[in-house]
């Protein structure tokens, strides 16, 4: 069995957490369109979100962790990310222990998958896990995806890890309070570990369980949302495509994404974001001709 964890962000560090709720719903949609039944999905968060539709084999769990800190630098910002979604994180493993699944995908609340994993894990139980070097990048903004690699290294979306690779004591409760379960597991394996998906492959390697590509595309990034935790829109860190390709109904399917039409002002934003990467070409080449 694989089961999905959706961590989702505090309420006050949310710039919509109507916002958030409505990606999340979306999210919800495309995990629970798996071909194959043998899955279950843990939602973790501070409120629990109100819809008017159910969800097959979808649970949620509400915690009463704080806030994380307003951060002062660049640096505090991801030590508060990390650990807020490390804790979270590591109640739904505590919680995924009643359905003994195989494996567990961390997914982020604004991404889609594909329907194909829970047949693709339930075919290979005893596989460590996969990461996925190849994936979709979609813009929120141009309404455009495109294919990219190394897709592990910046997706939160990424990885399919073998429930006993990740070394949670079992005397933990789901229900315990945040500095409980950081006392219990240690700040450092909740921020570094639990909260930084860059380290998965690290760690399964170490034990000698070594994680293999997936050998398709699993998961779509929504980027350009507002609410990514590791890019803002236009703030020099806008991170879908403006140049890619429009969303095919395969993709569609597989994944159950709606991309929605392109309003009059993010086609102008996307113009300008075409404009301002044209003109940094330019100057680019410019200055390697003068020199």
Not at 56 to 77: G, K, L, M
Not at 142 to 148: C, G, W
């Amino acid at each position: 069995m694989l089961v999905f964890i959706i961590p989702v962000k505090h309420p006050a560090r949310c710039r919509s957490y109507s916002g958030v709720t409505q990606l999340l719903e979306e999210t919800l949609r495309s995990v629970c369109r798996q071909t194959k039944d043998d899955f279950r999905v843990i939602v973790v968060s501070n409120e629990t979100p109100k819809y008017s539709e159910e969800f097959r084999n979808t649970f949620f769990v509400e915690v009463d962790f704080p806030p994380p800190p307003i951060p002062s630098a660049i640096e505090e910002e991801y030590t508060h990310i990390y650990l807020d979604k490390g804790c979270k994180q590591a109640v739904g493993l505590l919680e995924s222990k009643r359905f003994n699944p195989t494996h567990i995908m961390f997914v982020d609340a604004d991404d889609v998958v594909s329907c194909h994993l829970a047949d693709f894990v339930g075919a290979r139980s005893l596989r460590p896990g996969w990461f996925m070097e190849k994936g979709w990048v979609f813009s929120n903004l141009s309404k455009l995806i495109e294919e990219r690699n190394s897709f592990w290294s910046y997706c939160g979306t990424s990885h399919i890890l073998r429930r006993d690779l990740l070394k949670i004591p079992d005397s933990i409760s789901s229900r315990c309070t945040q500095q409980e379960l950081i006392d219990a597991i240690g700040s450092d394996y909740v921020m570094r570990i639990l909260g930084d998906h860059n380290r998965y492959r690290q760690v399964c390697t170490s034990q000698g369980a070594p994680l293999e590509p997936l050998p398709f595309i699993g998961a779509i990034w929504r980027a350009d949302t507002g609410e990514n935790s590791s890019r803002v829109v236009w703030d020099q860190r806008r991170f879908g495509p403006i140049w890619g390709q429009n969303v095919t109904p395969a993709i569609k399917d597989e994944f159950g994404l709606n991309p929605g039409k392109r309003s009059v002002k993010e086609t102008l934003l996307t113009n300008l974001w075409r404009a301002r990467h044209l003109m940094a070409r330019m100057v680019k080449s410019t200055f390697r001709y003068e020199n």
